[in-house]
T-cell receptor, first 116, second 113 residues
Framework: NAGVTQTPKFQVLKTGQSMTLQCAQDMNHNSMYWYRQDPGMGLRLIYYSASEGTTDKGEVPNGYNVSRLNKREFSLRLESAAPSQTSVYFCASRGSRAASGSYEQYFGPGTRLTVT | RKEVEQDPGPFNVPEGATVAFNCTYSNSASQSFFWYRQDCRKEPKLLMS???SGNEDGRFTAQLNRASQYISLLIRDSKLSDSATYLCVVNWISNFGNEKLTFGTGTRLTIIP
């Protein structure tokens, strides 16, 4: 049981390049999330998916797109990277409270992205 | 005003001491509260949920004061392994009925031998 996995762990992009961050969970969770973490800002929600086939914007969605490919996978795409998108990106997942009795989110190890 | 506010620290505390963190939240409709722990360059992990009656897990005690809208975490007999950043997290329901967590910026704790 790997939990939440993310690839890649590190990435350097030039301004204007595109890339997709991959996330997968093996806990059969319905909800999945993408956050970014910047110094002094805390974790901010970019996009989330409450269930397979649905996605919604979070607090800072501009410059990003997401795809909930299936129940396991939730990808984040940067179409045209900008230096302001330099950050650590975390994917998370959560099961239904009815099933787990908890709102706990499980996080992946993160992707450290630098845009030059 | 930030939705969830924490003292960023750092708190530098000798081993064996007791340390307390507070966190305030702005939305009185918030429903659930948590403390997460984040080690340097690692992902956040749930430390404990915070219940209205207060709850304890070993050396850790969490309290919730809904009237004043603050949450606290007390660590007794601190260990070197307690060194980490502690994130205050609040759950509320969005306008569309979806639940989302809002994270504080974290309080950094260093336990000194």
């Amino acid at each position: 049981n790997a939990g939440v996995t993310q690839t890649p762990k590190f990435q350097v992009l030039k301004t204007g390049q595109s890339m997709t961050l991959q996330c997968a969970q093996d806990m059969n969770h319905n909800s999945m999330y993408w956050y970014r973490q910047d110094p002094g800002m805390g974790l901010r929600l970019i996009y989330y998916s409450a269930s397979e086939g649905t996605t919604d914007k979070g607090e800072v969605p501009n410059g990003y797109n997401v795809s909930r490919l299936n129940k396991r996978e939730f990808s984040l795409r940067l179409e045209s990277a900008a230096p302001s998108q330099t950050s650590v990106y975390f994917c998370a997942s959560r099961g239904s409270r009815a099933a787990s009795g908890s709102y706990e989110q499980y996080f992946g190890p993160g992707t450290r992205l630098t845009v030059t | 005003r930030k939705e969830v506010e924490q003292d960023p620290g750092p708190f530098n505390v000798p081993e064996g001491a007791t340390v307390a963190f507070n966190c305030t939240y702005s939305n009185s409709a918030s429903q659930s509260f948590f403390w997460y722990r984040q080690d340097c360059r690692k992902e956040p992990k749930l430390l404990m949920s915070v219940y209205s009656s207060g709850n304890e897990d070993g050396r850790f005690t969490a309290q919730l004061n809904r009237a004043s809208q603050y949450i606290s975490l007390l660590i007794r007999d601190s260990k070197l392994s307690d060194s980490a950043t502690y994130l205050c997290v609040v759950n509320w329901i969005s306008n569309f009925g979806n639940e989302k967590l809002t994270f504080g910026t974290g309080t950094r704790l260093t336990i000194i031998p």
